[in-house]
């Protein structure tokens, strides 16, 4: 079969697909329920740190409206004050690239010194989901937002 005919069989509107869609269909759906329950987090008072200005949009752009802590804007030990003083419990979903991950880690250690109930489970099961496909938590909506459309579901929010 030719390239054209295999693509006349494509549905419209959708690029072309280098797995079967219910793969893309899955993988939506198992993000959906992990940002799910990241929401459920965040609404309960859980602090969520990132990397930049970028990562909020992303996440603000997925519904989230919980508070965000910015940990590269300011001295480290800073950012780690700010969050003892706040005694939240925290959410630490840096990029997962190689400063991402020693800046997670860092955070990390440091307000658990101080008594803070860290989770990092919650960014290592994001980034296995989607370090193949995005490096970053800036890229997320868009990521979401591309297999929403290529699964035909109509969301727009988690």
């Given at each position: ?80 004050a700010r969050i003892v003083d706040t005694g939240k419990k925290v959410m630490v ?51 979401v937002a591309k297999l929403r459309k290529i699964a035909g579901s109509s969301h727009?929010?988690?």
């Amino acid at each position: 079969m030719s390239d054209h005919e295999q693509n006349a069989n494509m549905p419209v509107g959708r690029p072309h697909l280098k797995a079967p869609l219910f793969v893309y269909q899955r993988k939506l759906e198992l993000i959906e329920e992990l940002l799910e329950e990241m929401l459920d987090h965040s609404n309960n008072g859980d602090l969520i740190v990132v990397e930049g200005k970028r990562d909020v949009i992303s996440l603000r752009k997925l519904g989230f409206q919980g508070d965000i802590e910015l940990a590269t804007h300011r001295p480290l030990t800073e950012v780690s004050a700010r969050i003892v003083d706040t005694g939240k419990k925290v959410m630490v979903l840096t990029d997962w690239d190689r400063r991402g991950d020693l800046l997670a880690s860092k955070i990390s250690e440091d307000l658990r010194y101080f008594g803070i109930d860290v989770d990092m489970n919650m960014r290592e099961r994001l980034s296995s989901m989607v370090k193949k496909e995005i490096k970053d938590v800036e890229s997320l909506y868009s990521y979401v937002a591309k297999l929403r459309k290529i699964a035909g579901s109509s969301h727009q929010a988690v």
